[in-house]
């Protein structure tokens, strides 16, 4: 083996009539460095993305939700929320109710997602207190009961805490010629959690008025559940799914926003794919390189060859020469890629504007087993870049291969 590895590193460097062939090893071993470096800066920023909206999601929402087919609702749901939190890894679980209205304030109206919340829980399984803006979670003031809106809403609205607004529930319109349910409320808080979807829309009441208001009942929609981990929520669903029978069923955070999860999955796919072009190309150049070599060393296989070296003894020293490419460009891309987002983690080269995205730099999450795949994925397509010449080279004669060399 070193025998192999003293060989191929000196047709790397040769410098006898081809100094060209060694600057394209040079270029070759660059391309890989540059790709490997490229593919974890992208993939850690891609990870950043992905863990900051997940963060923000599951901050505003839970892990999992117990509810039931066809909006039956939950009527024994303190039972239920006993049984749920026995079981293991839930740290919390608190009931909500869910549904449509409209928020009006003077001449101006919205239409909002309401979400009755229990005050005494919803800490459990919210970070709501986290996203306040002003004001506090209360939903009680001044004799009237309290409601939570995210900033953009407010903003459309133009209140701020302490005004009154009403909400408008359908519930009530039972027919053509029935009016909506109507309830005042005043402001408590304005949230903002970085989310559109929940800052545009959203309005947190409590979930006792909202029963009422909404005609629930002594009905709750479902209970909000969060654990310890939420990588074992699939494992829970199945364990809740074994608690309660139909028409009771568990939706875990990645079924509930699949779309937007499965989305940024494959992106990340997608850029791996396209930047692995970039190796690719140095692995072209591997393999032109190594076809050069082997065409200017006939003389020197021939003579391998007649002192006893064996086919596969050859095409070991021309593949080990592209291992050799792709560990070195892999090990200095790895090297450069890391200091890149440990430079972006700490310095913040790359700012972003914090009213648009809410980040006040590029977020980077560097994962190990993305740093070994990019690695491996290098030294792979430099191999593979090797086969081809290796084998042309073994397959030479000696006699032939000394007389033209």
């Known amino acids: ?7 191929a590193q000196r047709y790397l460097r040769s410098r006898s009539r081809s100094g060209f062939i060694s600057l394209i090893s040079y270029l070759s071993i660059g391309g890989v460095t540059i790709g490997t470096a490229a593919l974890i800066i992208v993939m850690s920023v891609m990870n950043g993305f992905e863990s900051e909206v997940r963060q923000r999601i599951l901050g505003a929402d839970a892990h999992l939700r117990l509810t039931t087919y066809g909006d039956r609702g939950i009527s024994d749901w303190p039972e239920a929320a006993a049984i749920v939190r026995k079981l293991p890894h839930v740290t919390g679980v608190s009931p909500y109710v869910f549904e449509k209205g409209m928020l009006r304030v003077g001449n101006t109206s919205e239409g909002v997602m309401a979400r009755g919340v229990d005050p005494a829980t919803l800490s459990e399984v919210s970070d709501l207190p986290k996203h306040l803006l002003s004001g506090s979670v209360n939903f009680a003031r001044d004799g009237l009961p309290g409601i939570i809106v995210g900033r953009f809403l407010a903003e459309r609205l133009g209140v701020a805490v302490g ?23 005043v402001l408590t808080g304005v949230f903002q959690t970085g989310l559109f979807e ?5 309005a947190y009441l409590d979930v006792n008025v909202a029963r009422d208001l909404f005609k629930r009942g002594e009905r709750v929609d479902g209970l909000e559940i969060k654990l310890d981990n939420l990588y074992l929520a699939d494992k829970v669903k199945l364990e809740l799914e074994s608690r309660f029978d139909q028409p009771y069923y568990a939706q875990t955070w990645f079924e509930l926003r699949r779309t937007l999860f499965s989305w940024m999955k494959i992106e990340k796919w997608m850029w791996t794919i396209i930047l692995s072009l970039i190796i690719m190309v140095a692995a072209f150049n591997i393999l032109s390189t190594l076809i050069m070599v082997a065409m200017e060393k006939r003389r020197d296989i021939g003579i391998l060859k007649a002192m006893g070296a064996r086919d596969r003894d050859v095409a070991r020293i021309f593949s080990t020469q592209g291992l050799i490419v792709g560990v070195v460009g892999g090990v200095l891309g790895t090297v450069i890629g890391f200091l890149v987002c440990l430079g972006q983690l700490r310095y913040h080269w790359v700012a972003l504007p914090s009213d648009i995205y809410f980040l006040e730099a590029l977020p980077v999450k560097m994962q190990p087993l993305d740093f070994a795949a990019v690695v491996l994925i290098a030294v792979l397509l430099s191999y593979l870049g090797a086969v081809y010449p290796a084998r042309h080279a073994s397959r030479l004669a000696p006699v032939d291969a000394i007389r033209e060399g």
């Open 198 to 202: 929940f800052d545009d829309v959203i």
């Open 163 to 185: 005004d009154t607004v009403v909400l408008f529930s359908p519930a009530g319109m039972t027919s053509t010629f029935s009016a909506p349910a109507v309830r005042k409320f």
């Open 1 to 7: 083996m070193r025998t192999h590895l003293f060989i």
